[in-house]
Antibody
Framework: EVQLLESGGGLEQPGGALRLSCAAS????????MSWVRQAPGKGLEWVST????????YYADSVKGRFTISRDNPKNTLYLQMNSLRVEDSALYYC?????????????WGQGTLVTVSS | QSVLTQPPSASGTPGQRVTISCSGS????????VDWYQQLPGTAPELLIY???QRPSGVPDRFSGSKSVTSASLAISGLQSEDEADYFC???????????FGGGTKLTVL
């Protein structure tokens, strides 16, 4: 059974940093692309970043480019999102999601999310 | 303002057929496949349709997807109370070099 467990969220001040983690199990982690998608309270889904499984190519939304870094540790089956220079508008529930073979950004499994709140 | 445009709400009665539209442009829906996600209240999204019209295993065939030029549609037939949820379309955008989502459609089963 595929399981994705996010952690690392919390309350941070504007300009601060947080590192999110996503522990994956139940599949061959290194073979699949992984993504972060966020959802502000009461709002829709916003894609944040994707990392491919094959060569760890990365993609970012313009809203986070230059501030966030996605990475993966395949031996540890863990996905990360380093979030720097946090802004109030980064406040959201951050989901980790697994891609499907042949379509990295099609997410067939999602975690339950970790909440990030940026406020002074 | 979402890149993909969905109606904010839709409704239907049990047993009815409902469609939800998703409008984009040549750089996203016009060039790439469309996926649909269902988000039940208080839960994480789930993949409902991928590659325009493909259902993951376990998704009932009451759900179907289609695409035409720069628009896509999700159809739900035999509407059930448990279909009450938010539905989001998504596609890769060649200009933005990233995934774009629709703003979501809240489906109410009357």
């Amino acid at each position: 059974e595929v399981q994705l467990l996010e952690s690392g969220g919390g309350l941070e001040q504007p300009g601060g940093a947080l590192r999110l983690s996503c522990a994956a199990s139940g599949f061959t982690f290194s073979s699949y692309g992984m993504s972060w998608v966020r959802q502000a309270p009461g709002k829709g889904l916003e894609w944040v970043s994707t990392i491919s499984g094959s060569d760890s190519t990365t993609y970012y939304a313009d809203s986070v480019k230059g501030r966030f870094t996605i990475s993966r540790d395949n031996p540890k089956n863990t996905l990360y999102l380093q979030m720097n220079s946090l802004r109030v508008e980064d406040s959201a529930l951050y989901y980790c999601a697994k891609g499907i073979l042949g379509a990295t950004v099609v997410n067939d499994h999602w975690g339950q999310g970790t909440l990030v709140t940026v406020s002074s | 303002q979402s890149v993909l445009t969905q109606p904010p709400s839709a409704s239907g009665t049990p047993g009815q057929r409902v469609t939800i539209s998703c409008s984009g442009s040549s750089s996203n829906i016009g060039s790439n496949a469309v996926d649909w996600y269902q988000q039940l209240p208080g839960t994480a999204p789930e993949l409902l349709i991928y590659s325009n019209d493909q259902r993951p295993s376990g998704v009932p065939d009451r759900f179907s997807g289609s695409k035409s030029v720069t628009s896509a549609s999700l159809a739900i037939s035999g509407l059930q109370s448990e279909d009450e949820a938010d539905y989001f379309c998504a596609a890769w955008d060649d200009s933005l070099i990233g995934v774009v989502f629709g703003g979501g459609t809240k489906l109410t089963v009357l």
